[in-house]
C-alpha cells in the first residue's frame, strides 16, 4: 500500500428534516450526540458517523462533512460527496442551498469559496505556485448521460481506461473566481430535468454531478510536484412510491428510470461492502455506477449524506435510506495523492524561464516595430486610396461633361422641322425637363431656355410646373396620343390644342382646367377618350361628380375610366345609371380606407352588368 494512501470507510451521516403538512408526528428518536437513529415502529436502532437534527445550519454541516474533504483535494486526493434520500427529503436544498450568499449556501458553493480563498491565498505567498480549476456537469437522465452545460442537451459516453473515467464529449470549462465558477453551476442547473410532483414543487428527474479538476504545480527543493485531483458533488434524484407520488405518464417513466438506477447504487454498496478484495463488482450495469466508480471503494475520500423525512407516513423510505447508509459505512477506499514528481533541476528551470522573458522582450521589441512598419504602410495605403478616389471624382465629372456634350451633339442630329424636334416622348417632373426617343432612350433637355418647338409623338407629362405660360406656345401635339397632367391649373385652350388629335389615354390627378373666364371646364368637354384615370381635387364635390355624370350625353369613344380618391358622399347610385348609359364603359372606383366598406356592401346591393363589362371597386393607396 502507498504510503499516501490507507483505506477508510466512506463518511455516512444524516440530515433530518422538520415534520411537514402540519404535523409534528415524527416515527424517529433522533440523538445527535451519540449520531444514532431509532426508527420506532421498525424497533430499529442506527449508528451513523454523524446526525444532524432541523436545528443544525448548514454552516456546521459544511465543516463537519465538506471542509475534511476539501482540505484532502487541495492536497491532492480525489473526493466524492454524495446526498442521498427519499423525494422531497432535502437532497438539492443540502448541496446547492437557496443563495450563492449568506447563510443558507449549500455544501457546493461553500467548497468553491473554501477552494478559492486557499488558492488565491497560496498564489498571493507564492509566486512560483500555479493552479487550474476546471469544472463540467453531467446529469444521468433515463439511464443515459448529457452534458448541462451544453445548451443542446448534448449525449456524452463514459468510458475507462484502467482506473481512469473517461467522460468522452463533455464540456469542461477553466474557472479563475468564485463568480465564473458559480455561474457554470448556475447555467447547468438551469439546464437540468426538474418537474413538480405531488411531493414536490421542484422534484429533480436525473441524477446530476457537479465535478471540479485541480491541478496544482510548485516546487519543492529540486523537484517540481505536479498534482491532479478531482472534487465531485452527486446530487441523486430521490426515490419514489408511485402511491405517494401519484406520478402518470412520462413522471411516471421517470420515476421508474430514477428506481431502478438507485437500486443499482445500492446494489453495488451491497455487495461492495461484503465482498473480498479483488472481487469483480458490475459498476457497468448503469451510467450512474459507471461514472462514480471511484467514488464506490476507489482512489477517493467519499462521504455520503442520506436526507430522511421523519414524517410517520414515510418510515418505510425512512428505513430503507437509513439501512442504505448503514452499508455504506461499511465500504472502504484507498486514497492516495495523485502527483508527479519532477527531478528537473529548479536552477536551470529558473534560467530557461530568465531566458523566455529576455526572448520575450526582444520579441515585443520586433512587434512593435513591426506595429510601427505596419502604421506607416496603413498611412501610405490611406494616401494611395484618396488620390484613387480623387481620380475616380474626377473621372465621373469629366465623364458626366463628355456625356452631356454628346446630348447636345445629339440633340442637333434630331430630325428638324421648321426649327421642330421630334422626340418620343416629353416630360417635366421634379423641376427638369427630359425627352425619350428609341434611338437615344431617356436624357435631359434645357427646353425652357433654347430656341426650338419640341413635338411629342407619343407623350406628354407635365408635374408641378408653375409657369406653363412660358414655354406652352413651344409645345405641339399633332400626333400626342397619352396626355398625363398631375397638380397644375392649365387654360381650355392649351388642353384642346394638346388633345385636337383625338388622344386615347388621359390621366389627370388633381388637375383644374378653366374656361378663357376662370371658370372651370365640366368634365363633358374633357372626356373625349378612349381610356381615362381622374384623381379627385380637394374642391370637387364627390356627391356632385356623380350626379353630373349622370345627366350628361353618353361619350363615344369612352372604354375605360378610373376615378381615385373617391370618399364619403360619392353616390354610387348615380354612377351606375351612368354606367348603363354608358354601354361600353370598364370602371375602377379606387376609395378612401374609411368609404371602402360602405362603397363594397351598395355595391353588393345593384344589379349585376352586363357580361363582358368590368366594375371593381379597390382601396385606394
Not at 510536484?225 to 446530487?235: A, G, I, W
Not at 407516513?313 to 448503514?326: G, I, Y
Not at 380618391?565 to 345609371?577: K, P
Request: hydrophobic fraction near 35%; aromatic fraction near 8%; charged fraction near 25%.
Amino acid at each position: 500500500m502507498d504510503a499516501l494512501s490507507k483505506k477508510v470507510p466512506i463518511k455516512t451521516v444524516a440530515r433530518v428534516r422538520p415534520c411537514f403538512n402540519g404535523t409534528n408526528q415524527s416515527s424517529l428518536i433522533i440523538d445527535s450526540i451519540k449520531s444514532t437513529i431509532i426508527v420506532n415502529s421498525k424497533n430499529k436502532e442506527y449508528h451513523l458517523d454523524n446526525v444532524f437534527d432541523e436545528n443544525a445550519t448548514p454552516e456546521t454541516l459544511y465543516e463537519t462533512i465538506a471542509q475534511p474533504i476539501v482540505d484532502e483535494v487541495l492536497g491532492g486526493k480525489n473526493g466524492t460527496i454524495f446526498a442521498y434520500g427519499q423525494t422531497g427529503s432535502g437532497k438539492t436544498y443540502t448541496m446547492n442551498g437557496n443563495k450563492v450568499n449568506g447563510k443558507t449556501r449549500g455544501i457546493i458553493v461553500r467548497s468553491i469559496d473554501s477552494i478559492f480563498e486557499y488558492l488565491n491565498a497560496r498564489l498571493k505567498n507564492d509566486p512560483q505556485f500555479k493552479f487550474s480549476l476546471k469544472c463540467s456537469y453531467i446529469e444521468v437522465y433515463k439511464k443515459r448521460a448529457f452534458d448541462l452545460l451544453q445548451t443542446d442537451g448534448a449525449t456524452v459516453n463514459i468510458l475507462s481506461s484502467g482506473e481512469q473515467i473517461i467522460i468522452e464529449g463533455a464540456a469542461e470549462f477553466v474557472v479563475t473566481s468564485i463568480e465564473e465558477c458559480l455561474r457554470h453551476l448556475q447555467n447547468g442547473w438551469k439546464n437540468r430535468k426538474t418537474a413538480k410532483t405531488s411531493m414536490n414543487r421542484e422534484s429533480s428527474r436525473s441524477h446530476a454531478i457537479f465535478m471540479l479538476t485541480l491541478v496544482t504545480e510548485e516546487i519543492n527543493g529540486t523537484f517540481v510536484n505536479l498534482r491532479t485531483s478531482c472534487l465531485n458533488f452527486v446530487d441523486l434524484a430521490g426515490s419514489e412510491r408511485q402511491s405517494q407520488t401519484n406520478n402518470t405518464g412520462e413522471r411516471l417513466k421517470e420515476a421508474g428510470c430514477i428506481n431502478q438506477d438507485l437500486l443499482f447504487l445500492s446494489t453495488v454498496i451491497r455487495i461492495k461492502s461484503t465482498a473480498k478484495e479483488g472481487a469483480f463488482i458490475q459498476y457497468r450495469n448503469c451510467s450512474l455506477t459507471h461514472l462514480l466508480r471511484d467514488s464506490l471503494g476507489g482512489n477517493s475520500i467519499t462521504a455520503v449524506i442520506v436526507t430522511i423525512h421523519q414524517n410517520l407516513e414515510f418510515v418505510n423510505d425512512t428505513d430503507s435510506t437509513l439501512n442504505f447508509a448503514k452499508n455504506c459505512k461499511k465500504v472502504k477506499n484507498e486514497a492516495k495523492v495523485n502527483e508527479a514528481v519532477s527531478t528537473k533541476d529548479v536552477e536551470e528551470w529558473k534560467a530557461e524561464i530568465q531566458r523566455a522573458k529576455e526572448d520575450k522582450s526582444s520579441l515585443m521589441e520586433e512587434i512593435q516595430q513591426l506595429k510601427e512598419e505596419k502604421e506607416q504602410m496603413e498611412k501610405r495605403q490611406r494616401e494611395n486610396e484618396d488620390r484613387i478616389l480623387k481620380l475616380q471624382n474626377e473621372k465621373k465629372t469629366l465623364k458626366a461633361e463628355v456625356e452631356n456634350a454628346t446630348r447636345k451633339l445629339e440633340l442637333m442630329e434630331f430630325e428638324k422641322h421648321e426649327n421642330v424636334l421630334l422626340v418620343e416622348s416629353l416630360c417635366y417632373s421634379n423641376g427638369e425637363w427630359s425627352v425619350w426617343d428609341p434611338g437615344y432612350k431617356i436624357f435631359g433637355i434645357s427646353f425652357e431656355h433654347s430656341g426650338f418647338q419640341i413635338s411629342p409623338q407619343w407623350e406628354l407629362f407635365l408635374a408641378n410646373h408653375q409657369n406653363l405660360s412660358s414655354v406652352v406656345n413651344r409645345i405641339t401635339c399633332s400626333n400626342l396620343k397619352v396626355l398625363k397632367l398631375f397638380e397644375i391649373t392649365i387654360p381650355f385652350s392649351d388642353y384642346k390644342k394638346w388633345t385636337g388629335n383625338k388622344i386615347f389615354l388621359l390621366r389627370l390627378v388633381d388637375v383644374i382646367v378653366n374656361d378663357e373666364n376662370g371658370i372651370k371646364v365640366g368634365i363633358d368637354k374633357l372626356w373625349n377618350v378612349e381610356y381615362l384615370s381622374h384623381k379627385f381635387t380637394d374642391n370637387e364635390s364627390v356627391h356632385e361628380m356623380a350626379q353630373k355624370l349622370v345627366e350628361l350625353e353618353p361619350f363615344p369613344n369612352l372604354l375605360s375610366l378610373g376615378l381615385l380618391n373617391v370618399q364619403d358622399g360619392f353616390d354610387l347610385q348615380a354612377f351606375y345609371q351612368f354606367l348603363k348609359k354608358n354601354t361600353k364603359v370598364s370602371c375602377t372606383l379606387k376609395c378612401s380606407k374609411k368609404s371602402l366598406k360602405q362603397m363594397k356592401e351598395t355595391h353588393k346591393k345593384m344589379p349585376q352588368l352586363p357580361t363582358g363589362r368590368h366594375f371593381h371597386i379597390v382601396e385606394y393607396k
